[in-house]
């Protein structure tokens, strides 16, 4: 079955510190990835995500992510974290090359990001 | 443009009441999603509509929940009777049918879901 693992669900940073959160998938062919956050009280929202072209992806707010298809990963990463930056994000899978053409996200447990001066 | 709205934002009720959560997707997404997050777990898939039509049911957890799409608009899931693993956060998600191109879906804030 295909999985998604977040290491870590509480990273803290300083500001102005690198992000650096991880994600891991486990698939038996490269799926579609996302990194989405969620503000508090909001609804998700795409950062950004790797649909098979260029393995680094940019998102906005200054994430970017890398495809490792060796390490089944797709860590997210900011150079420089802002106090706004503090949320929690999802890595999550697509399934959609297995369930007919229809999109069906798979995610990770969240990683809860903070912060501090 | 508006996007995915859920009502109401939070419901506490008993066990063994029912529950009802809306949801309004876009305006023209056909893809209607409904995920749910148990407490510090991951985010769990339900189902999917494409229109009124239920394309994948498959991650509904028992016949105490029911989804409708009548029309092909808004959504509801309903809890009955409601148990209380079935606390948590309901999410609402769609997205366009356009063939041949990604398409994303776009999430409401959600429905927090306490049972008693």
């Known amino acids: 079955a295909q999985s998604v693992t977040q290491l870590g669900s509480h990273v803290s940073v300083s500001e102005g510190a690198l992000v650096l959160l991880r994600c891991n998938y486990s698939s038996s062919v490269p799926p579609y990835l996302f990194w989405y956050v969620q503000y508090p009280n909001q609804g998700l929202q795409l950062l950004l995500k790797?649909?098979?072209?260029?393995?680094l992806v940019k998102g906005i707010n200054g994430f970017e992510a890398e495809f490792k298809k060796s390490e089944t990963s797709f860590h997210l990463t900011k150079p420089s974290a802002h106090m706004s930056d503090a949320a929690e994000y999802f890595c999550a899978v697509d399934l959609n090359m297995f369930s007919g053409g229809y999109n069906k996200l798979i995610f990770g447990a969240g990683t809860r990001l903070a912060v501090h001066p | 443009e508006a996007g995915v709205t859920q009502f109401p934002s939070h419901s506490v009720i008993e066990k063994g009441q029912t529950v009802t959560l809306r949801c309004d997707p876009i305006s023209g997404h056909d893809n209607l999603y409904w995920y749910r997050r148990v407490m510090g777990k991951e985010i769990k898939f339900l189902l999917h509509?494409?229109?009124?039509?239920?394309?994948?049911e498959s991650g509904m957890p028992n016949n105490r929940f029911l989804a409708e799409r009548t029309g092909g608009t808004y959504s509801t899931l309903k809890v009955q009777p409601a148990e209380l693993e079935d606390s948590g956060v309901y999410f609402c998600?769609?997205?366009?049918?356009?063939?041949?191109?990604?398409?994303?879906?776009?999430f409401g804030p959600g429905t927090r879901l306490t049972v008693l």
């Open positions: 509509f494409v229109k009124e039509s239920k394309q994948d």
């Open positions: 790797y649909t098979s072209a260029a393995t």
């Open positions: 998600a769609s997205s366009q049918e356009t063939s041949g191109a990604y398409n994303e879906q776009f």
